[in-house]
């Protein structure tokens, strides 16, 4: 266990990073961000509101050292400041609000393009020269396409031009939020549109990543062997070569996470969704610095956590990284 | 075949860009009496609502989005050159430190952390919004870099220049960094199209500079305008489509550049594969070009 030992230790070593980046950012960016604000708003601010942004931050009289280490404290237990957009509400309030319509939408999308993009991969790599090399081409350009402007064609087409499916919201005005067979459906009704764009967006990626590594495997001498051997294309194409191409492919996935994520917060926003993205964007708008530091943090913990799951599936799928330990 | 494709898209929005202007003459952000007309001969790619004309905008637009990719880029990328090189050149304690950054920063989500920087920023004009995408684009260059340098520098060449006296800044910088270029090359063309994407994300959120007309800020114009439910597609496919097809000409330079490298991946040729089906395949189809 030496491998995910290592790796945790990586995770928290980030955590601290993000953590660190969010209490400097408001002191290395030029101007004091509290009179940004009362500049803005031209004073027109709640005295109160300027002074519990003051204790978001932690700024004080006291040295950088006494106000980093009050920070840390505050983060301890769970205090991320009270938001100014939702003024008196407690930023961690705001997002744990939001935050469960995110993890189930991006969630649900990423592992979606992850298994199927992987699976397309594994296919166009062992049927090269068929016509599925057409989708390379398609591949590329998908590659490329901004999330935001998908999700806007999407909902031109879908949502505006043929009524299908709704185009903002997470779930209907009728339908009231519980346990019951109508939210739900009306829940996969509304996530429907943002979900097919997460998947479009992203999957691009994972086809050519997988296609690439797999293509290069598929020369590898116990490929030649197994197939020599007169096993079937079936247990070839995926017991030997994709198993081994499948390595790489996790690493790459879990790097581009990060990237995912950011494509699913203009998602959200596109659709008006109700998730920390939308969030985001509020609190930048309305220069609400606690809201906006709070949602960063969790995000980046977010995107961690899942980092450390993709070691985990690492960890199963090869028997390398447990055997080093003994 | 997919290098020529690629730059022959690169070369058209270069000219777009430099040259596209000054033919078209016309202020992109001049209103006129036609709103929201589709395209027609006198508006090629039609209008917005309050009448500005769209091709004129996508070309202009062309400028603010290519310069900040590619100046986010080159800051990243020279930041990454360093970073790499002389963490892979001298190993140890030196390394062990700028590769936990490069990875803290490869894992870190870019995008929410320029919304939030670009938050603070008291004025967002072109060059401090690229700075920005550039502090969060440098550190896959720095990874990719860091790798062929820890290969190079145990060539003779490199030991022969360290055991002829020279410095490690001119070994790092004038006897590695040349072999690296080609490497260079293609992390600098991955990290312009992301700032690319980053740039038009930042703008279509209304946090970049929404005085200068960009492909990201026409989406962003065109979103609260309600193109979308007035029907008005002419007004966001071109933008994304214009952003969609620089990504496409760099990334096909890309994997061609990788397909030199690594013929297998190339798709022209039939896998040669034992089973007599396709054997008989590769067989027919050869018949039939002859």
Known sequence: MRFLARRLGFYLLTAWAAVTLNFLIPRLMPGDPVELLVARLKGNVDPAAIDAMRRAFGISDAGLWQQYVDYLGNLAHGELGRSITFFPTEVSTVIADSLPWTVGLVGVATLISYLVGTALGVLMAWKRGTWLDGVLPAATFMHAVPYFWVALALVFVFGVTLQWFPVSRAYGLDVMPGFTGEFAGSVLYHAALPAVTIVVASMADRILGMRNVMVTTLGEDYVVMAEAKGLTSRRVMWAYAARNAILPNITSFALSLGFVVGGSVLTEIVFSYPGIGSMLLKGVENEDFPLMQGIFLVISLAVLVANFLADLAYVVLDPRTRQESE | ?290
């Open chain 2, 1 to 290: 075949m997919k290098i020529k494709i690629g730059i022959g898209i690169l070369v058209f929005f270069a000219l777009m860009a430099l040259a596209g202007p000054l033919l078209i003459g016309a202020d992109p952000a001049a209103t006129s009496e036609d709103g929201l007309q589709g395209p027609s001969a006198a508006h090629w790619l039609g209008t917005t609502q309050t009448g500005q004309d769209i091709l004129t905008q996508i070309v202009y637009g062309s400028r603010v989005s290519l310069g900040v990719g590619v100046l986010s880029a080159v800051i990243a990328t020279v930041f990454a050159v360093a970073v790499g090189l002389v963490g892979g050149y001298f190993g140890g304690a030196v390394d062990e430190v700028l590769s936990v950054l490069t990875n803290i920063f490869l894992v870190l989500p870019a995008l929410p952390l320029i919304i939030v920087l670009a938050g603070y920023l008291p004025q967002r004009g072109v060059a401090s919004v690229a700075v920005v995408i550039a502090v969060t684009g440098w550190a896959w260059g720095a990874r990719v870099l860091r790798a062929q340098t820890l290969s190079v520098r145990r060539r003779d060449f490199v030991q022969a220049a360290r055991a002829s006296g020279e410095g490690a800044f001119r070994v790092i910088f004038f006897e590695i960094l040349p072999v690296l270029l080609p490497v260079i090359a293609t992390s600098f063309l991955a990290t312009v199209v992301a700032a690319i994407l980053a740039e038009a994300g930042l703008s279509f959120l209304g946090l970049a500079d929404l005085s200068t007309v960009s492909w990201g800020s026409m989406l962003y114009f065109a979103q609260n305008g309600q193109a979308l439910l007035i029907g008005a597609w002419w007004w966001f496919i071109p933008p994304g489509l214009c952003i969609a097809l620089i990504g496409t000409g760099l990334a096909l330079v890309n994997f061609g550049i990788d397909e030199i490298a690594n013929p297998r991946l190339r798709t022209v040729k039939v896998k040669a594969k034992a089973t007599p089906e396709a054997a008989s395949k590769v067989t027919a189809k050869a018949k039939a070009r002859t």
